[in-house]
């Protein structure tokens, strides 16, 4: 279903079946509610949104919707092109993001995804264009094919130190990029074409200190402009700007150097070669 005339739904007490994206495009939807008779359905706490009972699942949500701290998944198009979404919070309680939950929400600013999801579905968050930062929690181990693809104006993305794979196209065509913070020392396995789009020439990658060597030698980390060490204390920052000058000189593998020899070294946070 697409209108974009459509304000307000009210689902009755005898509907027993949804399907997935039904209200996708509705993109002047305001309020939903489920009667509270309804055995299948409902929209607890005043949320404006249509959740699945027995599963705990926001299946249809809209720009007011308050997500309860009692959903455990946020379905396929739940928020699929709601226009109008500036912001929202995910509670503690959710632990996946289907697959274009969040597509062309594209007035969304910033989300942060707490340490209890643990998957970003596939085009989760693509076409969010009016996207500027992103923080991903250390529960999450998957990202999703397309999951941020498209989002133009995505400046800085945190991912959390459980990353283990990043779907193709991830981050493809997020041609503002600038900073991608990855605190896992682990290098995640990556698809095809995850930075496609993106002039990394121009950005910085963020990694533990003991990891330097191993991200510049790791397509396609190796191909960012800037290496640079995380701090200890909180994980996501760079060096701190006495690091960074240009007099301060750190082995591949996060070593402060007094006296560097002939080799590669990173100098005001740069990969530089000592002949």
């Given at each position: 279903m697409a209108s974009s005339g459509l304000t307000s739904i009210t689902i009755g007490n005898s509907v027993t079946s949804i399907g997935e994206g039904v209200f996708v495009e509705c993109t002047s939807l305001e309020y939903i509610?489920?009667?509270?008779?309804?055995?299948?359905?409902?929209?607890?706490e005043n949320c404006n949104a249509i959740i699945a009972t027995s599963w705990n699942s926001l299946m249809h949500g809209c720009k007011n919707t308050i997500i309860p701290n009692?959903?455990?998944?946020?379905?396929?198009?739940?928020?699929?092109?709601?226009?109008?979404?500036?912001?929202i919070t995910i509670p503690s309680s959710v632990t996946t993001i289907g697959n274009c939950a969040f597509v062309a929400c594209r007035s969304l600013i910033s989300i942060t995804i707490g340490n209890s999801v643990t998957k970003i579905g596939a085009d989760a968050f693509s076409g969010c264009s009016g996207l500027t930062s992103v923080t991903i929690g250390n529960g999450v181990t998957t990202i999703g094919n397309n999951a941020f693809s498209s989002c133009y104006g995505l400046t800085s993305v945190t991912i959390g130190?459980?990353?283990?794979?990043?779907?193709?196209?991830?981050?493809?065509?997020?041609?503002?990029?600038?900073?991608?913070?990855?605190?896992?020392?682990?290098?995640?396995?990556?698809g095809n074409r995850?930075?496609?789009?993106?002039?990394?020439?121009?950005?910085?990658?963020?990694?533990?200190?003991?990891?330097?060597?191993?991200?510049g030698s790791t397509y396609p980390w190796y191909r960012f402009g800037q290496i640079v060490a995380l701090t200890e204390s909180d994980g996501i920052k760079p060096l701190t700007s006495e690091a960074n000058s240009p007099t301060t000189v750190y082995s591949l593998d996060g070593r402060r150097v007094a006296k560097p020899r002939k080799g590669i070294y990173v100098i005001g946070g740069r990969k530089t070669a000592v002949r």
């Open positions: 509610v489920v009667d509270a008779d309804n055995s299948v359905y409902d929209s607890r009692s959903v455990k998944g946020i379905g396929k198009y739940a928020f699929g092109y709601c226009y109008d979404l500036t912001s130190n459980s990353v283990t794979k990043i779907g193709a196209d991830a981050f493809s065509k997020c041609s503002a990029l600038k900073d991608f913070y990855c605190p896992t020392e682990r290098i995640p396995t990556t995850i930075f496609d789009g993106v002039k990394l020439s121009s950005a910085t990658l963020h990694v533990p200190a003991a990891s330097l060597q191993k991200y």
